[in-house]
Nanobody, 125 residues
């Protein structure tokens, strides 16, 4: 079983950057793929980024590609999401998820207990 907890959100200016963190706890964390999703008010949850267990082969959602970098530090059980050139469309609750199945992770269908509570990012113009 794995638990994850996000941090780093807040109110940011348009055009600026933010780095979100997700700390994972549990056994054999280095076997888990990690990912980020977001959900804006009135919209469905959207895939943002995912990374495999050794930090390679990142995958990004089309709406953030080129502005976002996902990375992980297994020594700290942490995955990061660096977001640049923020705009109003980036305003959302950002969720971290962990899964041993990469396809299940990127599809957003990981078990409910593998998700964090989310961190709010609000971009002001």
């Amino acid at each position: 079983q794995v638990q994850v907890a996000e941090s780093g959100g807040g109110l940011v200016q348009a055009g600026s950057s933010v780095r979100l963190s997700c700390v994972a706890s549990g056994r054999t964390l280095n076997l888990y793929y990690m990912g980020w999703f977001r959900q804006a008010p009135g919209k469905e949850r959207e895939f943002v980024a995912a990374i495999d267990w050794n930090g390679h082969s990142p995958k990004y959602g089309d709406s953030v590609k080129g502005r976002v970098t996902i990375s992980r530090d297994n020594t700290k059980n942490t995955v990061f999401l660096q977001m640049n050139s923020l705009n109003g469309a980036d305003t959302a609750v950002y969720y971290c998820a962990a899964d041993r199945s990469y396809p299940r992770l990127v599809s957003g269908t990981s078990p409910p207990n593998n998700w964090g509570q989310g961190t709010q990012v609000t971009v002001s113009s």
